[in-house]
Nanobody, 121 residues
Framework: QVQLVESGGGLVQAGESLRLSCKAS????????MGWYRQAPGKQREMVATVTSGGSTNVADSVKGRFTVSRDNAEKTVYLRMNSLKPEDTAVYYCTAEVDPTGGGFSKEYWGQGTQVTVSS
């Protein structure tokens, strides 16, 4: 079994910064892509940013220039640095990871429990 544990959410004012962390543990041979999604009340879950094991990133246009995704492969951890936060960034942020548990080349996607980010105006 694989667990993803997020941390770093909270309540901040507009313009401030936060850093989210997500650590994977359990039966893990390798991790392909890791990333972050978010879901605001009444809205669909949307991709925020992803990063491959090689370090290539994909960032949503809505946060480009403000958010940075990175990972530490040795620690099996992905980060999301969020600068210049806006009220519209308020959402539950979910970590995701594509995990190969045995080295057989078959990866499965896992999700964290989510962490709340609230930005006040």
């Amino acid at each position: 079994q694989v667990q993803l544990v997020e941390s770093g959410g909270g309540l901040v004012q507009a313009g401030e910064s936060l850093r989210l962390s997500c650590k994977a543990s359990g039966s893990i041979f390798g991790i392909d892509a890791m990333g972050w999604y978010r879901q605001a009340p009444g809205k669909q879950r949307e991709m925020v940013a992803t990063v491959t094991s090689g370090g290539s990133t994909n960032v949503a246009d809505s946060v480009k220039g403000r958010f940075t995704v990175s990972r530490d492969n040795a620690e099996k951890t992905v980060y999301l640095r969020m600068n210049s936060l806006k009220p519209e960034d308020t959402a539950v942020y979910y970590c995701t990871a594509e995990v190969d548990p045995t080295g057989g080349g078959f990866s499965k996607e896992y999700w964290g429990q989510g962490t709340q980010v609230t930005v006040s105006s």
